[in-house]
């Protein structure tokens, strides 16, 4: 049962253009949403995250929203540059007491182009 | 500042035969969790330990185990090794408190022959 989706295995953008990457997610305790980065042979790293009394939450060119009637979240990339291309974790917490126990997506892999 | 370091960054072990691995955490942290990421998937939680005390565990088998000392290291120990336990194994620290991001580390690839 896959309680965060991230439909969209890859996405390709350019240069200096916005990447939009979407995640879902079923369980309605989840009060709690964050982006890692992944580069290949490297832990995943903290981008940005929002809890569920908002709805949009800004760092630099990194901006996520919150829709919690749809369920659904996704990250904005503005703009778009090559250092960015990796992939993509959304996660979730609050299901349980437990403090930072992430349920992640699946992964979408950015490219950004030339 | 230091960050979560992991060792090994790579093992091979044979099928059957146990395993430690292990982490320290990011300075200042409490909390350390330990995820498992196969081929292709995201990482997926085996357990938590706050201050020494397991703190939540996800759906892996009891031959999964861990440790936390009192300077808030871990180790991760896996006993009976199958092959799908093949997969790239991460620690997290944290403050542990409920909404806190937690920090990975550069994770060990474990690989079972």
């Known amino acids: 049962d896959q309680q965060v989706k991230q439909n969209s295995p890859s996405l390709s953008v350019q240069e200096g253009r916005i990447s939009i990457l979407n995640c879902d997610y079923t369980?309605?305790?989840?009060?709690?949403f964050l982006w890692y980065k992944k580069y290949p042979a490297e832990g995943p790293t903290f981008l940005i995250s929002?809890?569920?009394?908002?709805d949009k939450n800004e760092d630099g060119r990194f901006t996520v929203f919150l829709n919690k009637s749809a369920k659904h979240l996704s990250l904005h990339i503005v703009p778009s540059q090559p250092g960015d291309s990796a992939v993509y974790f959304c996660?979730?917490?609050?299901?349980?007491?437990?403090?930072?126990?992430?349920?992640f997506g699946t992964g979408t892999r950015l490219q950004v182009t030339l | 500042e230091t960050g979560v370091t992991q060792s090994p960054t790579h093992l091979i072990k044979t099928r059957g035969q146990q395993v430690t691995l292990r982490c320290s955490s990011q300075?200042?942290?409490?909390?350390v969790s330990w995820y498992q990421q196969a081929l292709g998937q995201g990482p997926q939680f085996i357990f938590q330990?706050?201050?020494?005390?397991?703190?939540g565990r996800g759906n892996f088998p009891p031959r999964f185990s861990g440790l936390q000392f009192p300077n808030y290291s871990s180790e991760l120990n896996v006993n009976a090794l199958e092959l799908d336990d093949s997969a790239l194994y991460l620690c997290?620290?944290?403050?542990?408190?409920?909404?806190?991001?937690?920090?990975f580390g550069q994770g060990t690839r474990l690989t079972v022959v």
């Open positions: 330990y706050y201050r020494e005390e397991e703190n």
């Open positions: 996660a979730a917490s609050g299901d349980t007491g437990t403090a930072s126990k992430l349920t």
């Open positions: 369980n309605s305790m989840f009060d709690y």
């Open positions: 300075s200042g942290h409490n909390t």
């Open positions: 997290a620290s944290s403050f542990g408190g409920r909404y806190t991001e937690a920090f």
């Open positions: 929002i809890s569920s009394i908002k």
